[in-house]
């Protein structure tokens, strides 16, 4: 009878530590269930406080842009006011243009050349790489203005340009740049190694590696960041404000004055007259929806490249 006792006895306490196990990881569960639920209570309550202001200032736009927007708006040029015409506005048809035009000489200058050096920049370690690595860091942080300053200096005056959609384009590249150069870089960076292992031991070239399997697996992520620079950009006043010499006519050529819709809210806001000052809600309004447009475009184009992808 006792050697069945002391059987028993580690039966018995092996059963005990299993209890007590199992009740401490309850009482551990439930604590870390509760703590969860008050952080994603907090979370939620955070995002509420951190959208009201967003949310007010989208209603206060559309309450105050919509009524601008008309057909005199998109398709006439500005009209001065004047004490018999007080509210002869016009349009901003040449500042649509403007930004169009600004928006796509930048593009053509900064997306190519910007991809071609981040997909440098993730296949290489040489000193060169870790140079402009850095350059396009610090250049990413840097002031708007700055870019603005150096197309004038080196566009308009060096050149002898002139104030015209090239310079300000020029300005715009420089800006969108160090964006692009880091999106590239960190998307080609996100390719397996085993794409490039396979390309090579099929005997192709590193270069023909680089650009016809890692650059393909990479260009969700490219597009996405390239988009990204060019919404930066269509609302950026400080690069033109000193370059582009806010031409009143509808023009595409590169060596033309033009104007831009920052540029216009910029200089409508300063306006003694109030149909101006009023017109520049409108202004606001079609840049955030240029903005809008994009930014929506390039994520729902990246979702469905992997969805496709993957």
């Given at each position: ?101 600004l ?11 910007g ?79 085993t794409?490039r ?61 033009v ?13 003694e ?20 447009v ?13 969805k496709?992808?993957?």
């Open positions: 009878m006792s050697d069945l006792t002391e059987l028993e006895e580690p039966v018995v306490m092996r059963s005990r530590m299993r209890d007590e196990i199992r009740r401490t990881s309850e009482q551990s569960r439930a604590r870390r269930m509760t703590i969860s639920r008050i952080m994603v209570a907090l979370c939620g309550v955070a995002l509420v406080i951190s959208a009201v202001p967003l949310v007010a200032l989208v209603y206060e736009l559309v309450r105050l842009g919509l009524p601008v927007l008309d057909k005199t708006f998109f398709t006439t040029l500005p009209a001065t006011p004047t004490l018999v015409a007080p509210n002869a506005t016009g349009g901003v048809s040449n500042a649509i243009i403007g930004t169009l035009a928006t796509l000489y930048a593009s053509i200058m900064a997306i190519p050349l991809v071609l050096v981040g997909v440098y920049l993730s296949e290489s370690d040489s000193k060169l790489a870790a140079g402009l690595r850095v350059v396009s860091q610090t250049m990413a942080g840097a002031p708007s203005i700055l870019m603005g300053l150096f197309a004038f200096s080196f566009i308009v005056h060096d050149l002898n340009v002139g104030f015209s959609a090239l310079a300000g384009s020029f300005a715009l590249a420089v800006l969108m740049m160090p964006v692009i150069i880091i999106s590239t870089e960190i998307a080609v960076r996100g390719v397996p190694n794409l292992e396979a390309g090579l031991a099929l005997g192709a070239k590193p270069h023909k590696v680089s650009l016809r399997i890692v650059l393909p697996s990479a260009i969700s992520g490219i597009v996405t960041g390239s988009i990204l620079a060019v919404s930066r950009a269509i609302g950026e006043t400080a690069p033109v404000l000193l370059v582009i010499g806010g031409g009143f006519i509808n023009s595409w050529k590169p060596l033309d004055p104007s831009a819709l920052p540029l216009t809210m910029f200089e409508n806001a300063k306006s007259w109030p149909s101006q000052r009023i017109q520049v809600w409108g202004i606001a309004l079609v840049l955030v929806a240029f903005v809008f994009l930014s929506l475009s390039a994520r729902i184009w990246a979702a469905r490249k992997q496709v992808n993957s």
